[in-house]
T-cell receptor, first 115, second 112 residues
Framework: KAGVTQTPRYLIKTRGQQVTLSCSPI?????VSWYQQTPGQGLQFLFE???????NKGNFPGRFSGRQFSNSRSEMNVSTLELGDSALYLC??????????????FGPGTRLLVL | GNSVTQMEGPVTLSEEAFLTINCTYT??????LFWYVQYPGEGLQLLLK?????DKGSNKGFEATYRKETTSFHLEKGSVQVSDSAVYFC???????????FGRGTSLIVHP
């Protein structure tokens, strides 16, 4: 079974631009969560989608948004990029019905650099 | 709020040395506790977990015991290998919540 895939793997943007990251979950998984990983803040929860609905949200500004499609694939969008948005963005999928962090499978991440 | 504190890295060891990575937490109630490992270029993988006080999680030679009295969940391994070189994250998840809180990660470097 294929794992969680994230595209692109690397991205360079400039301040003020916007960016869209994509995550394809493991086949059959209906929940997708997004995390931001930085050296200073560590790993922080962004949001979780299940059946095309945002179910949980972390403490991030409205510039960070996401959506999930009917095939469970998810996209994350960051508008008006700031230097501090440079990070590794991780996606994780799970079957999702019960919602348990220990059943999540993580993708390799998208490394975003904002110049 | 909830928080997880891990020892600063990097931790540098020789092969076959004993490993301890300290983790303490602050949370209301009795959260579940986890250790994750992130190998270079890969996403996080669940290494072990414990869901109640005095539980011991173990996997691949790694162990951690849920200590409620000291609010700790230290990761240990008796004899590390070069292949254990990675970043290790301690995390908690409150009961009834799906939102985990992670520590900042501890990099482990094992030399031959």
């Amino acid at each position: 079974k294929a794992g969680v895939t994230q595209t692109p793997r690397y991205l360079i943007k400039t301040r003020g631009q916007q960016v869209t990251l994509s995550c394809s979950p493991i086949s059959g998984h209906r929940s997708v969560s997004w995390y931001q990983q930085t050296p200073g803040q560590g790993l922080q929860f962004l949001f979780e989608y299940f059946s095309e609905t945002q179910r949980n949200k972390g403490n991030f500004p409205g510039r960070f948004s996401g959506r999930q499609f009917s095939n469970s694939r998810s996209e994350m969008n960051v508008s008006t990029l700031e230097l501090g948005d440079s990070a590794l963005y991780l996606c994780a999928s799970s079957l999702g019905l019960a919602g348990s962090v220990e059943t999540q499978y993580f993708g390799p991440g998208t490394r975003l650099l904002v110049l | 709020g909830n928080s997880v504190t891990q020892m600063e890295g990097p931790v540098t060891l020789s092969e076959e040395a004993f490993l301890t990575i300290n983790c303490t937490y602050t949370a209301t109630g009795y959260p579940s506790l986890f250790w994750y490992v992130q190998y270079p270029g890969e996403g996080l993988q669940l290494l072990l977990k414990a869901t109640k006080a005095d539980d011991k999680g173990s996997n691949k030679g790694f162990e951690a015991t849920y200590r409620k009295e000291t609010t700790s969940f230290h990761l240990e391994k008796g004899s590390v290998q070069v292949s254990d070189s990675a970043v290790y994250f301690c995390a908690l998840c409150p009961r009834g919540s799906y939102i985990p809180t992670f520590g900042r990660g501890t990099s482990l470097i094992v030399h031959p």
